[in-house]
């Protein structure tokens, strides 16, 4: 197994193929709204036009996760997932985004991946990595994923956007960079607030108190629908 890494990987993200449709990070948009507890919450964008592929609530983990209509949770090719940890504050955000290229490694030829990347945003700290598969082992299949973190002050938290593809040749990516680059910036979108904190960097935006009051640890999540501009979030 070989693994790239960094610098040598920013030069594959040059890749000139044009990207088919599905492969754009998002369609109609939506933003899914995450207690947290302790009257945090976690805001990412959400494909919203997509289908549930997977609801897990445990007292270790909420995951849940979209994938287009058409496409199965067996045999996806894209997917959007969110990950909320509850209570836990204490994750090493680089030892799990390193946890989850050791898995990769398991059962890929050559694993592609970017150093982790960490920034503070809001007050909160986040972390971003890219990880890639140029076949997995027994399957016609190569995997792109970009991960972002974000670690709150009640609970840790982990979107993914993933592409099952074609296998590819480690020095050329099966879609351009500007898809990745559309998706990273998607990604960006997420953060954690809270509706009384005392730094205005991290207040959560007023007009989402509705749906932050629909949302509760045993119903963690509620999912609006992005207006068009100068009209109204949608349920």
């Known amino acids: 197994m070989r693994r790239i890494i960094g610098a040598i990987l920013a030069a594959l993200l040059v890749a000139v193929m044009a990207p088919a449709n599905a492969l754009e990070p998002l369609g109609s948009r939506g933003l899914a709204v995450v207690n947290g507890g302790g009257g945090e919450f976690f805001l990412t964008p959400v494909p919203i036009?997509?289908?549930?592929?997977?609801?897990?609530?445990?007292?270790?983990?909420?995951?849940?996760?979209?994938?287009?209509?058409?496409?199965?949770?067996?045999?996806?090719?894209?997917?959007?997932?969110?990950?909320?940890?509850?209570?836990?504050?204490?994750?090493?955000p680089k030892a799990l985004l390193d946890g989850i290229a050791e898995r990769y490694d398991a059962d890929c030829g050559t694993v592609l991946s970017t150093d982790v990347e960490t920034k503070e945003v809001r007050g909160y700290e986040t972390a971003f990595r890219f990880i890639g598969c140029t076949r997995h082992a027994g399957k016609k299949l190569g995997e792109l994923a970009l991960f972002r973190t974000v670690s709150g002050a009640e609970s840790f938290y982990l979107v993914q956007r993933a592409w099952r593809t074609p296998p590819f040749a480690r020095t050329e990516l099966p879609f351009s960079r500007e898809v990745l680059g559309k998706t990273r910036l998607w990604l960006q979108g997420?953060?954690?607030?809270?509706?009384?904190?005392?730094?205005?960097?991290?207040?959560?935006?007023?007009?989402?108190?509705?749906?932050m009051n629909r949302t509760s640890l045993e119903q963690p999540i509620t999912v609006l629908r992005l207006a068009e501009p100068g009209t109204t979030p949608e349920d």
């Open 49 to 92: 036009d997509w289908k549930i592929a997977q609801a897990e609530r445990n007292a270790r983990v909420f995951h849940i996760a979209w994938i287009p209509k058409g496409q199965s949770a067996e045999d996806w090719r894209d997917k959007v997932s969110v990950q909320m940890f509850p209570g836990n504050t204490g994750t090493d």
């Open 190 to 211: 997420g953060r954690a607030c809270a509706a009384d904190a005392e730094q205005e960097k991290r207040i959560c935006p007023p007009d989402l108190a509705d749906a």
